[in-house]
């Protein structure tokens, strides 16, 4: 065990109070606490001087964070008549008498405990007051403690950042100069390989920056140290891949399909339209998939309406024809049942269509009847992977809106038992420079095109005072027999005043009287069937719905959708939701109604919305303005933390990291049994981990 797996309440500092802190945090030993790197840096390496030049030049370019040099004098408290609200004053004077005026807000301790003898370093922002320029709310420091680069923390496990630095030090101080002798999850001659530094040493310089590195490197993340670090972390996830892949890969398929003119037939009397071009394609290398020898790991993507779904329904066909069973995944209840009704419209009087959620009743029955063979198709939630579901002849499993589900829970599926044919499905196109990462080895394939006679979908921006008029749109729609969504972002009201369904709903049901249903999360399973059997047939007009509606839901009858709050939601998730209409000739609008309060960026994100309707666009944009945090399906892929300053970098090693993963795995492939590889990765993974 290396000195950085000793506990954090080792270090001199951390009683039992902060060890208990700490370790809520994460924290538990030396390693983790030194894996917590710093989120800014202060460049305090040298002071500017108080030259009345000097300061109106800084102040002029906008430069905001100063460090200043001197004694403080004159530090006192200012009384303003703002109640919770308090000011100190003082200035600082260096050696040739030269001063700057210093103001704090909300730091009164300041005016008691400054001792005006000391030379100190005042880190702060400088800016132009009524009278005189001034410094900002400063950061007091000790010039032999601070001078140099400064890392800053913020706050972990109630410490702050001065508590923090001082941990730190206490940890780097006690880990001594040995970088290995913290574990590092990348074998050495990989490092060496690849140019970069063992952890312990990236860790140190990132804690510790060298007074000659580069500011803008550390701001960027573009330092070797942070280099090293990223390509960790890829390199860690990459392995999770590569031995999900090989396990996937590496095997052969018990099963067969049969391929010839009669199922020919049958596909040909069950598709109920032709398909487009670039449907056939897809189907043609998905069923090259199935004909051969290793499992399919394929990846469905196109944009949300194209038809997917039939895609799939056809690859289901050939296998239940071939006397194999097929599982469709969906990531909600509705759509798993959704998907069951339309697959039974579709196989009508040839194959029954069973559904397993947790709202059925009979989910014993339908996990009995799958693991005797006597159902072949089944669609369902991730209970169909929790629950202890056998089946007798899985073949193909159907992985609905992908993204939703963890790499874990995909390859749940995958690992049933046999070896089933895996396809998965996703309207929501991660970016390209990204789909490595995260789809490693999938294949692609992509379906670009839309179905025929799709009429247009026009997308307006409305301020929530102009809803009167989004409310007159869906009358309009609803008399001349069409179908409206009204999506909101909540069912309740909160503190920061978004539009909800119980409050602004109102507003709808009474201008648009009884036609009109409300679907949320907490609607009933058995209310939602008949909720949305009404809606398609006329039956209600308008649905007042939460976010549940967002993925899967196909109504064609449905040509207008409100999305209320609009400013609440990402790029990729209002393309979503927009999806819902447009699925016929009619075309469809898209009224977005956002606060009329909202910032200029969240402005420009509606406009890019409004003027593009690919998915791809706005994905690439999503990464782009809001970081990875936002993009739909990297929630779940180890990005979604990552600054896009990170991601940029990143981006640059995802090969290598890659490469290397996959190499790695496939020598421990060939040196030892399947146990022992899986103990070798577990080993990497866990130590990646925190
Ligand atoms: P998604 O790719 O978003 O899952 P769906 O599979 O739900 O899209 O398909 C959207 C709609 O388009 C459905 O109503 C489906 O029946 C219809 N559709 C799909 N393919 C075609 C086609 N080739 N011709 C006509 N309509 C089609
Ligand atoms: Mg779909």
New binding site residues.
């Given amino acids: 065990m290396g000195c950085s797996q000793r506990s954090v309440g080792s270090l001199p500092g951390v009683g039992p109070k902060r060890l208990t802190a700490l370790e809520a945090a994460g924290v538990f030993t030396v390693a983790d606490l030194l894996k917590r790197v710093p989120k800014r840096y202060s460049d305090r390496r040298s002071s500017l001087p108080l030259d009345p030049v000097a300061l109106k030049t800084v102040v002029a370019s906008g430069n905001s964070e100063v460090t200043v040099e001197g004694r403080l004098q004159r530090v006192r408290r200012i009384f303003t008549r703002r109640p919770g609200f308090n000011l100190v004053q003082g200035e600082v004077i260096d050696g040739d008498g030269r001063t700057l005026r210093c103001i704090w807000f909300n730091r009164p301790y300041l005016a008691k405990s400054v001792d005006e003898s000391k030379l100190v370093l005042l880190t702060g922002q400088l800016r132009q007051g009524r009278s005189s320029i001034e410094l900002m709310n400063a950061d007091i420091s000790d010039p032999a403690a601070a001078r140099g680069i400064q890392p800053q923390y913020g706050s972990l496990g109630g410490l702050g950042d001065k508590a923090l630095r001082r941990l730190m030090a206490a940890a780097l101080d006690a880990l001594g100069e040995e970088p290995r002798l913290i574990d590092d999850p990348v074998p050495p001659e990989l490092l060496s390989k690849r140019g970069l530094h063992p952890l312990g040493q990236a860790l140190r310089e990132l804690h510790r920056p060298a007074d000659d590195t580069d500011i803008l490197d550390l701001v960027n993340a573009t330092t070797t140290a942070h280099q090293r670090l990223i390509y960790g972390e890829l390199f860690a996830m990459q392995l999770e891949m590569a031995k999900a892949s090989l396990a996937i890969r590496g095997r052969r398929k018990p099963h067969r399909y049969v391929i010839d003119d009669r199922l020919r037939a049958t596909t040909k009397a069950v598709l109920?339209?032709?398909?487009?071009g670039a449907?056939r394609r897809c189907l043609g290398e998905i069923v090259a998939d199935m004909n051969s020898a290793t499992p399919m790991l394929r990846l469905l993507q196109?944009?949300?309406?194209?038809?997917?779904?039939?895609?799939?329904a056809m690859a289901a066909l050939v296998a239940v024809e071939s006397d194999l069973q097929v599982a469709f995944l969906s990531p909600t209840e509705m759509l798993a049942e959704q998907l069951a009704e339309?697959l039974e419209g579709l196989f009508e009087g040839r194959h029954e269509v069973g559904l397993l959620t947790s709202s059925v009743e009979d989910r014993l029955t339908v996990s009995d009847r799958l693991s005797k063979g006597e159902l072949k198709l089944v669609s369902g939630t991730h209970a169909l992977i929790q629950d202890a579901v056998g089946f007798d002849r899985l073949g193909l499993v159907v992985i609905?809106e992908q993204h939703r589900f963890g790499v874990k829970q995909r390859l749940g599926m995958a690992a049933k038992g046999t070896v089933p044919d895996l396809l998965l499905?996703t309207?929501t196109p991660i970016p390209r420079s990204l789909a490595l990462a995260v789809f490693g080895d999938l294949s692609l394939s992509t379906?670009d095109e839309l179905?025929?006679?799709?009429g247009i979908v026009q997308t307006e921006l409305l301020e929530d005072s102009q809803r009167a008029e989004a409310i007159r749109i869906v009358q309009q729609a609803v008399v001349a027999g069409g179908r409206a969504f009204v999506v909101f972002p909540r069912i309740d009201n909160d503190d920061a005043g978004a539009a909800s369904l119980s409050e602004q709903g109102v507003l709808y049901r009474k201008a648009l009287g009884t036609s009109v249903g409300e679907l949320t999360g907490r609607t009933e399973a058995s209310e939602r069937k008949r909720l949305l059997d009404d809606f398609r047939g006329g039956e209600i007009s308008v649905l007042l719905a939460t976010t549940v509606i967002e993925v899967?839901i196909?109504v064609?009858e449905a040509t207008v959708i409100v999305i209320e709050g609009a400013d609440r939601f990402g790029l990729s998730q209002l393309h979503q939701l927009r999806?819902r209409v447009g699925?016929?000739s009619r075309g469809g609008r898209c009224l977005a109604v956002h606060s009329s309060s909202c910032s200029p960026e969240t402005l420009h994100r509606l406009s890019d919305f409004a003027s593009t309707a690919d998915g791809f666009a706005l994905a690439e944009l999503d990464l782009k303005t809001r970081g990875p945090g936002n993009l739909m399906g990297l929630e779940q892929s180890g990005f979604s933390q990552w600054t896009p300053a990170r991601l940029a970098s990143a981006v640059q090693w995802l090969e290598a990291a890659r490469e290397d993963a996959f190499a790695f795995v496939e020598a421990l492939e060939t040196t030892s049994s399947t146990r022992q590889r899986d103990l070798g990765v577990a080993k990497i993974l866990g130590m990646a981990g925190g």
């Fill in positions: 109920p339209f032709r398909l487009t449907q196109g944009d949300v309406g194209c038809g997917k779904t039939i895609v799939a339309s609905d499905m309207a379906i179905p025929p006679g799709r899967g196909d064609p999806g699925r016929s």
